[in-house]
Structure formats: C-alpha cells, structure tokens
C-alpha cells in the first residue's frame, strides 16, 4: 500500500499536461485546461485522501487492532476514488491529444 | 475489532452456561447419593451463581460463574431401617435433588448456550459479508 | 470530490456501524440473561443526516464507565467518530426476543453491506471502469 503514495505523487505529475495545455493554446485551451486541471486536482485529492486513510485503516489491522468494517469501507472506498481518478486523468488526457491534434 | 469483541463477550456466556449444565449433570447424578453411615448428610444440591465483569478490553460487560452455593432446602427424608445410613427412627436422608427442576434447568442452560452459539454463529456470517465487499 | 462524500455511502457505512455496535450489545444481553441486576440495553436508531460529518450520532453514555466506544480509530475520519447512544430496554427481555433480533440484526447488516457494495459498484461503472 506505499504503492498508494507513489501513484498519487505520479498522478499529481501529470496534472502538469493540463498546465502545458494552457499554455500552447491560451485562447481555446486555456479555460478549457483549466478546468481539466481542476477536476483533475480534485480526483488527485479526493484519491490522496481515502488511500491514506485506506493505508492507516491497513496498518492497523495487521497490527490487530482495526475494526473490520473500517478497514474494509476504507479499502472498498479507496479503490472506488483510484478509479475514479484514473478515469479522470484518461479523459482529460483524451481530450488533450485530440486539441493537440486541431489544426491551428 | 467490534466483532471480535462481540465474540468474546459471547464466548463467555458459552463458558459459564457449560459449566453451569456440568453442574446440574452432577446434581442429577447424585439425586439418589445418601451417605455411608447415619447422623451424616447425604449429597447437597449444588446451585450456581452468576456474576458479571466489566472487561475494559472489550468494552462489555461479561459474565462469569461466582461461587457454587449448596442449596440450603432441607433434605428429604424417607422411612428405611435396613438401610446403613437409617437413623435411630428408620429414617434415611436423601439429597434435596429434585430430578424434575434439575431436568428444567438443564434444559434452559441448553437453550442458553445454543443462543450465544447462534450469535457468534450470525457474527460471523456478518464478518464474512464484510471481507466480502472487498472480494474482485 | 471525494467518494466519501456520497451522502448514500456515508449513511451506509454508518448503518454498518450502528449493527455492529448492536450486535456487542445483543452479545451482552444474551450472555448475562441469567446475571441477576443486569438491565439489557439498546441503541438509539443512527441520525442519518446526510450532511457532512453526520455527528449527528451523540456520545451520551448512561453510566460512564460502560460502553465508550473508542473515539479516534486509527485513519478514521475525526468528523465520523462514530458513536452511538445507548438506552436502557425496560424490563428484561426473554430469549426468544433476543435470539429473533440477533437475526434481524444480521440481515440488516447483510443488506447494508450489499447496498455498500453496490453503490461502489455503481460508482465505477459510471466512471466507465467498473466490473
């Protein structure tokens, strides 16, 4: 579960491609990738969050002193937001490539 | 850990009921128990008792068998005089057993042990269900 | 953007709780039904607020030295320490009650868990992931 940790930090990463975005086309993109950057951040966050409490929740039943439920609704509640973040960083990529590929 | 601990709790209810239908099985065994000789007194009915305890770990109360208390009836006595334990009247003392009580309370220490048992058995299923949200 | 913040699966979760506190105290109950003295208790039904940091949940305890259900459990949410108010159940209660809660209880738990489930499920097939 330090693997949590690690995707997160490569995910923040690629938030930069929505910042590159902006930055080539400031007219069309930029409010555009702005807001994919946001939504982005957002799901970055909101994964960063729940694997966190998802890691803790780990630790402490190996330990032996979690509450099953928590562990698992913690766990069951992580993996629903990595999907849901990596959905996220697929579309914006997707929608990126297809400005990219627009005639100027 | 909340299971966990329900278990427990539950656990010890199994333990005291157990002990407790070991006790009745003895008092059954020696309802008819006089003794050797006379001016002795013949087998005493055993009662249990009950008590609870307030275990910080699990946070729950639970309950523990007290004491054996003899049961303080008068003896029943019945008219014998061949009888090596028979009195200067004849008299034999028999254990203040009574087959028919014993039998009842044996009975519903049986139906208490099979209620903690259903419980731990529910708990468990209900710890199941929960590693099962996890499952693919 | 949360998960958590589902209102759905926030109220779920706290019904896992709330059954599974339920299910110590029925434990409780059954094991002492012969303890002499011994009041059988029960739970308040769970506030189900949706709103965020549903504490609706109190923390009252009739005899402080009972039942504090541990407040901070490691990585739990601080807003969703979750506890619940215990109420004394008035005269004793028999076997057959308890046994037929006990069973209530378990069902409930089951069907709380399945909608938990499902609403995951739910979430990740909208994300165009799920199984």
């Known amino acids: 579960m330090p693997t949590t940790a690690f995707a997160a930090g490569a995910y923040a990463a690629t938030q930069g491609l929505a910042g590159l975005g902006q930055a080539r086309k400031p007219a069309a993109a930029g409010a555009a990738g702005g807001e994919f950057g946001a939504l982005l951040q957002g799901a970055v966050d909101g994964f960063a969050q729940s694997g966190r409490k998802a890691e803790a929740q780990a630790l402490a039943a190996a330990a032996g002193k979690a509450d099953v439920v928590d562990v698992v609704t913690a766990v069951a509640e992580s993996e629903a937001a990595l999907e849901t973040l990596v959905a996220v960083r697929d579309r914006v990529i997707a929608a990126y490539e297809e400005i990219m590929r627009m005639p100027i | ?136 | 953007m949360a998960v958590t913040d589902l209102p759905l699966v926030a109220m779920l979760k706290t019904r896992l709780h709330w059954h599974q506190t339920r299910q110590k105290l029925l434990a409780e109950t059954g094991a002492n039904a012969d303890t002499p003295g011994f009041k059988p208790k029960e739970l308040k039904a769970p506030g189900l607020a949706p709103a965020r940091g549903a504490a609706a949940v109190s923390v009252e305890r009739t005899n402080a030295a009972h039942l504090s259900l541990a407040a901070a459990r490691p990585g739990e949410d601080a807003v969703l320490a979750s506890r619940f108010e215990v109420t004394p159940s008035g005269n004793a209660v028999s076997l057959e009650d308890e046994m037929m809660k006990v069973s209530q209880n378990q069902s409930d738990y089951q069907l709380a868990a399945s909608l938990y489930q499902k609403s995951l499920q739910m979430l990740r097939t909208a994300v165009g992931r799920g199984k």
Do not use: C, W
């Open chain 2, 1 to 136: 850990m909340d299971f966990l601990k329900t278990i427990s709790v539950a656990a010890s209810g199994l333990k005291v009921q157990s002990r407790r239908r070991r006790l009745i099985a003895g008092n059954i065994a020696n309802a008819d128990s006089t003794a050797e000789k006379p001016g002795v007194d013949p087998y005493r009915r055993k009662i249990p008792t009950f008590g609870r305890r307030f275990d910080r770990e699990l946070e729950a109360q639970v309950v523990e068998l007290g004491r054996v208390k003899p049961d303080p009836t008068a003896f029943r006595t019945k008219y014998e005089p061949g009888h090596p334990a028979a009195d200067a009247q004849g008299e034999v003392k028999l254990p203040n057993v009574n087959p028919v009580i014993e039998t009842m309370d044996m009975r519903e220490a049986q139906r208490s042990y099979e209620a903690n048992l259903n419980l731990i058995t529910a708990t468990r299923r209900m710890i199941t269900r929960t590693l099962e949200i996890l499952r693919v």
